[in-house]
């Protein structure tokens, strides 16, 4: 439930019409509100409007038809914005633009002072019937009519800034730190070192490989989310073990073993199912319990920067910088043990984890092999394996480091013509080598 629950939430704030349709049932709710209390009232407060009903009319017309075109011109804006983020920085930033909340209060507000303008103009009588002008509500209107000029001002200011490279990039590099914090550690269950000093280590049983049944897939797509929870539950409901065979961000194939239930005769159609409800899925990756998604999108901004067509080492070099500040941060935490134990310190769930090197090669490979020829990207990738260097914690993390530095020198020393150029790359890699080999030691 809290997994599917995260997933609903994420696509609510991925989405343009939420926000906006929120504010204008607001507007209406406010309306109403302004208007009974200008009935209660009976009488026009002193610093209210203090016009007729003809002129209420005219200026509330006037300001609606001044917001719904404010509120296409916003529109226009964004889809500008959204077309040059897709192909500048990739399609797939196109997320972060549709999440940001600036752009949906802005157009918001607009939609909201249209709607609230409608529902209080029909509510203006004139002489020739029971006269009622709604004095308090009108004002309420030129209010919220200064607000949306204020918003406009502070949308178009916004617009420009938000497409600009390095605030994308610092945006993603802020959203890739805020995953590392939420899923390092992350245990599914009781952490493996705290069962095995209860109970010592545990082994997978003899008869695993051979009694385990797999759990297919009911259905085509990216593994979004995990529920923990209920996998833990149900393992030991049945009192199972079971091993996973994919983690979020893997695609999974329908009618493919998504889940190895040892041991074989518990696999039922209804554990099945229960098992595949405690999965979700969809079209796309999404960063909710997946790390390499926001690796993935600052390795496609560089390496799309690095292209012919494009050819912009600077905005490829603040992504470097954004990733080797990601690694930093995530050599400093415990990766997650993969044997997951219930209460009892009993095996219950064997899940794939995420490791230290692989993450690494997910943040340099791409753009390493892009970089060949570029010195300057080169030598900012060496500085930044030496910072990592600094931080990590275990020869086995010192020596994936130590391997993207002596694959970075070599395609240097074959992409790069010039001596002087390639001399500077060198002394990178020696000061990246010794500092990882002081780690090491």
Avoid at 52 to 69: D, K, Y
Avoid at 110 to 121: D, I, M, S, W
Avoid at 127 to 134: K, L, R
Avoid at 152 to 176: M, N, P, T, W
Wanted: hydrophobic content about 50%; glycine content about 6%; aromatic content about 6%.
């Amino acid at each position: 439930m809290k997994t599917l629950l995260m997933k609903y939430w994420d696509r609510l704030r991925s989405s343009f019409w939420f926000v906006p349709a929120a504010m204008a049932c607001l507007a209406v709710a406010l309306a109403m509100s302004a208007v009974a209390l200008d009935k209660a009232a009976g009488q026009r407060l002193d610093w209210s409007y203090s016009g007729g009903a003809e002129g209420a009319s005219q200026l509330l017309g006037t300001v609606a038809g001044s917001m719904i075109a404010i509120a296409g011109t916003v529109f226009s804006l964004t889809l500008v914005a959204l077309s040059l983020a897709s192909s500048q920085l990739g399609p797939r930033l196109l997320r972060n633009f549709m999440r940001d909340t600036a752009n949906q209060v802005a157009l918001g507000t607009f939609v909201a002072t249209f709607v609230y303008c409608l529902f209080v103009l029909r509510t203006i009588r004139r002489a020739d019937e029971v006269a009622f002008v709604p004095h308090l509500a009108v004002s309420i209107g030129v209010l919220l009519a200064v607000i949306s000029i204020g918003v406009l001002i502070y949308f178009i200011h916004h617009v420009s800034v938000s497409i600009q490279a390095d605030e994308v990039v610092a945006r993603v590099g802020k959203e890739l730190d805020d995953s590392i914090d939420r899923l390092f550690p992350a245990p599914l269950g009781q952490p493996a070192s705290m069962a095995r000093e209860a109970t010592g280590a545990e082994h997978l049983p003899a008869t695993f490989a051979r009694d385990a049944r797999p759990v297919p897939a009911l259905e085509d797509g990216y593994l979004q989310l995990i529920d923990a929870d209920t996998l833990m539950a149900l393992a030991s409901e049945e009192d199972m073990l079971l091993q996973l065979e994919r983690r979020p961000g893997h695609y999974l194939v329908k009618g493919r073993a998504m889940v190895m239930v040892w041991p074989g005769e518990r696999v039922t159609d209804s554990l099945v199912a229960r098992m595949n409800a405690a999965f979700v899925l969809g079209n796309r990756r999404t960063a909710g319990q997946d790390i390499e998604f926001c690796v993935h999108q600052l390795v496609e901004i560089a390496v799309r920067a690095l292209s012919p067509g494009i050819n912009d080492p600077f905005t490829a070099i603040a992504c470097v910088d954004r990733l080797g500040s990601a690694l930093c941060r995530l050599a400093r935490r415990d990766m997650p043990s993969s044997h997951r134990y219930d209460p009892d310190g009993k095996l219950r769930l064997l899940v794939p984890v995420p490791t230290f090197a692989g993450t690494v090669d997910s943040a340099f490979n791409q753009i390493r092999q892009s970089a060949r020829s570029n010195p300057a990207v080169a030598i900012r990738m060496l500085d930044a394996i030496a910072q990592i260097a600094d931080q990590v914690q275990s020869a086995q993390d010192a020596v994936c480091l130590q391997r993207q530095a002596d694959m970075l020198i070599r395609g240097a020393r074959v992409a790069v013509p010039e001596a002087d150029d390639l001399s500077a790359i060198e002394a990178r890699y020696t000061l990246a080598t010794l500092a990882l080999h002081a780690q090491r030691a």
